[in-house]
Protein backbone atom coordinates (compact mmCIF):
# COMPACT_ATOMS: atom_id res chain seq x y z
CA UNK A 1 0.00 0.00 0.00
CA UNK A 2 3.04 2.35 0.71
CA UNK A 3 4.19 1.99 -3.07
CA UNK A 4 1.40 2.58 -4.26
CA UNK A 5 0.45 6.04 -1.91
CA UNK A 6 4.53 7.15 -3.44
CA UNK A 7 3.68 6.50 -6.98
CA UNK A 8 0.00 8.91 -6.16
CA UNK A 9 1.94 11.17 -4.43
CA UNK A 10 4.97 11.70 -7.10
CA UNK A 11 1.96 12.13 -9.73
CA UNK A 12 0.34 14.65 -8.23
CA UNK A 13 3.27 16.43 -7.29
CA UNK A 14 4.71 16.88 -11.19
CA UNK A 15 1.33 17.97 -12.04
CA UNK A 16 0.91 20.56 -8.98
CA UNK A 17 4.51 21.76 -9.88
CA UNK A 18 3.16 21.67 -13.81
CA UNK A 19 0.25 23.91 -13.18
CA UNK A 20 2.11 26.24 -10.78
CA UNK A 21 4.60 26.69 -13.14
CA UNK A 22 2.30 27.62 -16.51
CA UNK A 23 0.28 29.74 -14.05
CA UNK A 24 3.18 31.70 -12.71
CA UNK A 25 4.10 32.43 -16.66
CA UNK A 26 -0.07 32.87 -17.25
CA UNK A 27 0.08 35.37 -14.33
CA UNK A 28 3.83 37.13 -15.53
CA UNK A 29 2.86 37.43 -19.30
CA UNK A 30 -0.85 38.62 -18.24
CA UNK A 31 0.48 41.77 -15.44
CA UNK A 32 2.78 42.70 -18.42
CA UNK A 33 0.30 43.40 -21.05
CA UNK A 34 -2.22 45.09 -18.48
CA UNK A 35 0.86 47.57 -17.49
CA UNK A 36 1.29 48.13 -21.13
CA UNK A 37 -2.20 49.14 -21.65
CA UNK A 38 -2.75 50.83 -18.61
CA UNK A 39 0.37 53.27 -20.60
CA UNK A 40 -1.11 53.45 -23.35
CA UNK A 41 -4.33 54.28 -21.71
CA UNK A 42 -2.21 57.35 -20.33
CA UNK A 43 -0.99 58.92 -23.32
CA UNK A 44 2.41 57.34 -22.61
CA UNK A 45 4.37 55.08 -25.31
CA UNK A 46 5.44 51.66 -23.34
CA UNK A 47 8.29 51.36 -26.13
CA UNK A 48 10.26 54.53 -24.48
CA UNK A 49 9.61 53.61 -21.06
CA UNK A 50 12.84 53.23 -19.00
CA UNK A 51 12.15 51.79 -15.58
CA UNK A 52 13.47 54.08 -12.56
CA UNK A 53 17.26 53.08 -11.54
CA UNK A 54 17.91 52.07 -7.99
CA UNK A 55 21.22 53.09 -7.87
CA UNK A 56 21.77 51.53 -4.52
CA UNK A 57 20.52 48.49 -5.67
CA UNK A 58 23.41 46.25 -6.25
CA UNK A 59 24.80 47.88 -2.65
CA UNK A 60 21.96 46.51 -1.28
CA UNK A 61 22.01 43.07 -2.56
CA UNK A 62 25.90 42.84 -1.73
CA UNK A 63 25.25 43.58 1.85
CA UNK A 64 22.42 41.26 2.09
CA UNK A 65 24.17 38.29 0.99
CA UNK A 66 27.53 39.20 2.73
CA UNK A 67 25.18 39.08 6.20
CA UNK A 68 23.88 35.93 5.05
CA UNK A 69 27.01 34.53 4.34
CA UNK A 70 28.51 35.31 7.56
CA UNK A 71 25.70 34.39 9.64
CA UNK A 72 25.82 31.06 8.00
CA UNK A 73 29.13 30.59 8.80
CA UNK A 74 29.04 31.86 12.34
CA UNK A 75 26.14 28.95 12.92
CA UNK A 76 28.72 26.64 11.60
CA UNK A 77 31.30 27.62 14.10
CA UNK A 78 29.29 27.86 16.92
CA UNK A 79 27.21 24.65 15.93
CA UNK A 80 31.02 22.92 16.06
CA UNK A 81 32.59 24.40 18.83
CA UNK A 82 29.89 25.84 21.35
CA UNK A 83 27.18 23.13 20.93
CA UNK A 84 29.18 20.24 19.99
CA UNK A 85 27.83 18.60 23.22
CA UNK A 86 24.15 19.28 22.81
CA UNK A 87 22.57 16.26 21.43
CA UNK A 88 19.72 17.53 19.57
CA UNK A 89 20.57 18.98 16.02
CA UNK A 90 20.71 23.13 15.86
CA UNK A 91 19.11 23.92 12.81
CA UNK A 92 17.40 27.29 15.13
CA UNK A 93 20.58 28.44 14.71
CA UNK A 94 21.84 28.64 11.07
CA UNK A 95 18.25 30.90 9.89
CA UNK A 96 18.41 32.88 13.39
CA UNK A 97 21.87 34.05 12.13
CA UNK A 98 21.08 34.32 8.69
CA UNK A 99 18.16 36.85 8.82
CA UNK A 100 20.07 38.42 11.45
CA UNK A 101 23.10 38.95 9.72
CA UNK A 102 20.84 39.61 6.48
CA UNK A 103 19.03 41.47 8.21
CA UNK A 104 22.55 44.05 9.36
CA UNK A 105 23.06 43.97 6.50
CA UNK A 106 20.52 46.02 5.18
CA UNK A 107 20.35 47.94 7.87
CA UNK A 108 23.74 49.01 7.06
CA UNK A 109 22.78 49.85 3.72
CA UNK A 110 20.01 51.74 4.48
CA UNK A 111 22.38 53.85 6.31
CA UNK A 112 25.06 54.08 3.62
CA UNK A 113 22.14 55.67 1.36
CA UNK A 114 21.06 57.62 3.81
CA UNK A 115 24.50 59.17 4.64
CA UNK A 116 25.39 59.68 0.62
CA UNK A 117 21.62 61.34 0.39
CA UNK A 118 22.16 63.81 2.89
CA UNK A 119 25.91 64.63 1.99
CA UNK A 120 24.95 65.05 -1.81
CA UNK A 121 24.47 68.71 -3.04
CA UNK A 122 21.14 69.90 -4.42
CA UNK A 123 20.70 69.39 -8.03
CA UNK A 124 18.65 71.90 -10.25
Known amino acids: MDNMDTANLGILCGIIISLGFFGMIFGIVYLYKRERMAMIERGMDPRRYKPQSA ?6 WG ?15 MDRTIFESSRYENEAIYFALIAI ?8 SYHIEKKELRNKPEQE
Open 101 to 108: CGGLGLFT
Open 63 to 77: LLLIGAGLGLFLAFI
Open 55 to 60: PYQNLK
